[in-house]
């Protein structure tokens, strides 16, 4: 190789984002089967942690392989020639077009809706919003490097599963790690759920003229239809609603969109005497709007993201553009799965993503500047039909999605518990999903900040499954190859250790200012 690995993929990374986008919206998907990082034997779904999407499960226990025989033909010297000739390895199926479209759901959830506060803990005037875009571009290219990484992992070593190719490169004894680091992510998405479900089900109870409070909602559709839908032994009848997620998602940014042009929730001015100016008569809903959800501007523009306060947007990314533990799987399940094609899917669905988020995120922030809730649907008032819709939508979408998500994690934490599958009785699968339902519902009724765990677990679990684990397993597998590998692999190696420290760096400075937000 004639130029280092790292930097070929972010060409290609960047490149394709310009020549699928279209075709991936054209193309119905089909859905997904994934597996869960920690349990490679069973092929249960698995789920980003604040996805809009749901996966099937009816073909439970159907895990698929890449060609062992491709596998071990490929020299090392082959496997990084892949990166640039394409040569394909795997028997996959799945169209571009289709494993953009499902990556695509993967990565947009309701997280989105929390970086209107990420923008807000740093800046409150409207130039804010530069340093914000660019850092959502920066971070998600380091994303999409994280989740090229690993399908090249899985090329170089045939590993089927995040936890796989950990164990095929880092080795066997420590996939413990990346297993407990998947299974409190799966957790800490739960528990966003249920928190966004309280306010949304509160704010939705309100329009209706029902008075309650927050616990109340969250415990009523936690024990009338959360409880019920957890208990389903077969959730393939849950995959209708797989296009409502990310359909909701494109609703609300063009909600957002017509309520920021229209003014709608502007603040009003009074005339000044002596002034030609006349009063500027406030937005339509502002009056319907909460005292501290109300629009509140200042002077911390662009320069304020010098502020450690930045630190924060920049772990509750690390959330939002969390979908790399089903990497494994999108690589496997590529038709004619060069590295070449791999990247064209990763570039053009993180292209699409950080569109979005900068979209969804400059909106709300434009509209409610340093006053953006955790959860940005809260600003906007309950008399206001086009984001009570955005919130109906959301809250059916996370409804039928809390499910899959929560089996993820009950079955993750029955996984590290080794408990085997023969045991998981219903007897054994309804105690855990009430123990865990309840846990998650006590703390979802006393927390109210989302943002604040969409930071601390971006901080701490999304940096290290995005940035330091792909390094640490692209570093382990070039190792491995020894003297076979080719010249860009080890060249690249340096750049992906950088990615994995700016990783670590990142997560330090940002838990620590997420505690700040209590």
């Not at 494993?99 to 409150?124: D, H, R, T, W």
């Not at 790399?324 to 060069?338: R, S, Y």
């Not at 309950?382 to 809390?402: C, E, H, P, Q, T």
Request: charged residues 10%; hydrophobic residues 50%; contains cysteine.
């Amino acid at each position: 190789m004639r130029l280092p690995i790292a930097i070929s993929s972010l060409a290609a990374i960047i490149a394709s984002s310009s020549t699928t986008t279209t075709s991936a919206f054209r193309t119905a998907a089909p859905i997904v089967v994934r597996s869960l990082p920690y349990a490679p034997k069973s092929s249960y779904i698995v789920r980003h942690p604040f996805p809009q999407s749901p996966l099937s499960r009816a073909d439970h226990g159907r895990v698929l392989h890449m060609s062992d025989a491709a596998a071990a033909a490929a020299e090392p010297e082959e496997a990084d020639n892949a990166s640039a000739t394409g040569s394909s390895v795997g028997t996959g199926t799945a169209s571009i077009p289709n494993e953009v479209f499902n990556l695509v759901k993967s990565i947009v959830g309701a997280g989105v809706l929390s970086l209107p506060a990420g923008m807000a803990a740093f800046g409150n005037a409207p130039s804010a919003i530069i340093p914000a875009i660019v850092l959502i571009s920066t971070i998600g290219a380091f994303s999409a490097y994280g989740f090229s990484l690993i399908g090249r992992v899985c090329s170089y070593t045939g590993g089927n599963s995040y936890r796989d190719a950990w164990s095929k490169s880092v080795g066997d004894s420590s996939s413990w790690i990346p297993a407990v680091t998947c299974t409190f992510k799966t957790c800490m998405a739960v528990l966003s759920y249920s928190m966004i479900l309280a306010d949304t089900i509160r704010a939705l109870l309100m329009t209706a003229g029902v008075e309650t409070t927050r616990t109340i909602a969250l415990l009523g559709v936690t024990g009338t239809t959360l409880l019920p839908l957890c208990l389903l032994k077969n959730l393939s009848s849950l995959a209708p609603f797989s296009l409502l997620g990310i359909g909701g998602m494109f609703y609300t940014s063009v909600a957002m969109a017509i309520r920021y042009l229209g003014g709608a929730y502007k603040l009003g001015k009074p005339a000044v005497k002596g002034s030609k100016a006349a009063a500027i008569p406030a937005g339509k809903y502002l009056a319907d709007v909460a005292a501290n959800y109300q629009p509140k501007f200042g002077n911390l523009g662009a320069s304020a993201a010098l502020s450690p306060n930045v630190f924060i947007l920049i772990c509750m990314l690390s959330t939002a553009y969390m979908a790399h533990f089903n990497a494994p799987k999108f690589f496997i399940e590529l038709k004619d799965n060069t590295i070449k094609r791999y990247n064209t899917v990763v570039g053009t669905s993180f292209g699409i993503s950080v569109l979005l988020f900068a979209l969804v995120g400059s909106l709300g922030f434009l509209t409610f500047g340093g006053a953006s809730s955790g959860l940005i649907l809260n600003n906007y008032s309950g008399k206001d039909v086009l984001m009570s819709l955005s919130r109906i939508a959301v809250a059916i979408s996370i409804v039928f999605s809390y499910p899959l998500v929560f089996v993820g994690a009950r079955d993750g934490w029955l996984d590290l518990l080794k408990v085997p599958v023969e045991k998981r009785s219903d007897s054994v699968l309804v105690k855990t999903t009430l123990a865990i339902l309840s846990g998650v519902t006590i703390v979802a009724s006393q927390l109210k900040e989302l943002a604040f765990i969409m930071s601390l677990a971006g901080a701490t679990l999304g940096n290290a499954l995005i940035y330091v684990y792909p390094a640490l397993m692209f570093r382990a597998a070039v190792k491995g190859m020894g003297e076979k590998a080719g010249k860009g692999l080890k060249r690249e190696v340096p750049f992906a250790m950088f990615s994995a420290m700016l990783g670590v760096v990142m997560g330090c400075i940002g838990a620590k200012m997420a505690f700040g937000l209590l």
